[in-house]
């Protein structure tokens, strides 16, 4: 059974610096990994998704890596402006598990002017 | 392109009722999975259809059931609502097959009195 985390689990920074937010998972045999971004109360966002044969994708100030073997993933953000604060999650779809994510508890952000 | 609309956005049932939500894919999306969000469990899966039939369901008991109709649109319904119920729950679509990236509705917020 596939289990995803996320550490840490609260993150403040102030305006301006570059952080890393991880995410490990304990089956390796994903067929990709997704990162997503929620506002309070509401939907998900995907920023990125990394295919399993990939390492890495990037989207604008965002940068997601992807190391199955070691069962972690990272995403970066680059220079973080208050507007990045939100509760951020990875999720990882299984090999044959039609349309299951299965999603870690997320690391909240909160980036202070 | 519209994104995934989910209705309604907000519901207040008393325990013991039943509760229908409904879910419309991104145009040309086939595939429609269904996640529950609450603050102790996270996000988990529901189920998930495509074209109508229901390929993969997740650790729910049987009160929680969906559909899918032949224009991609789905349906959930739980019965016999209890308290453990309120979660805002949240639909994702995809092109369908394994791995597609999903794209999250803004869910529906159920309370349960």
């Known amino acids: 059974k596939q289990e995803v985390t996320q550490i840490p689990a609260a993150l403040s920074v102030p305006e301006g610096e570059n952080l890393v937010l991880n995410c490990s998972f304990t089956?390796?045999?994903?067929?990709?990994l997704q990162w997503f971004r929620q506002d309070p109360g509401k939907g998900l966002t995907s920023l990125l998704l990394?295919?399993?044969?990939?390492r890495e994708q990037t989207s604008g100030r965002l940068n997601a890596s992807l190391d199955k073997s070691s069962g972690r993933s990272t995403l970066y953000i680059a220079a973080s402006q208050p507007g990045d604060s939100a509760t951020y999650l990875c999720?990882?779809?299984?090999?044959?598990?039609?349309?299951?994510?299965?999603f870690g508890q997320g690391t909240i952000l909160t980036v202070h002017p | 392109k519209a994104g995934v609309t989910q209705t309604p956005r907000y519901l207040i049932k008393t325990r013991g009722q039943q509760v229908t939500l409904s879910c419309s894919p991104i145009?040309?999306?086939?595939?429609v999975s269904w996640y529950q969000q609450t603050p102790g469990q996270g996000l988990q899966f529901l189920f998930e259809?495509?074209?109508?039939?229901?390929?993969n369901k997740g650790n729910f008991p049987g009160r929680f059931s969906g559909r899918q109709f032949s224009n991609s649109r789905s349906e959930m319904n739980v019965s016999t609502l209890e308290l453990g119920d309120s979660a805002l729950y949240l639909c994702?679509?995809?092109?369908?097959?394994?791995?597609?990236?999903?794209?999250f509705g803004p869910g529906t917020r159920l309370t349960v009195t």
């Open positions: 994702a679509s995809s092109l369908g097959g394994v791995g597609y990236e999903q794209y």
């Open positions: 089956d390796s045999a994903i067929y990709n």
């Open positions: 990394i295919q399993s044969s990939q």
């Open positions: 999720a990882s779809a299984g090999g044959t598990s039609y349309g299951k994510l299965t």
């Open positions: 145009s040309g999306h086939r595939s």
């Open positions: 259809y495509f074209s109508e039939t229901q390929r």
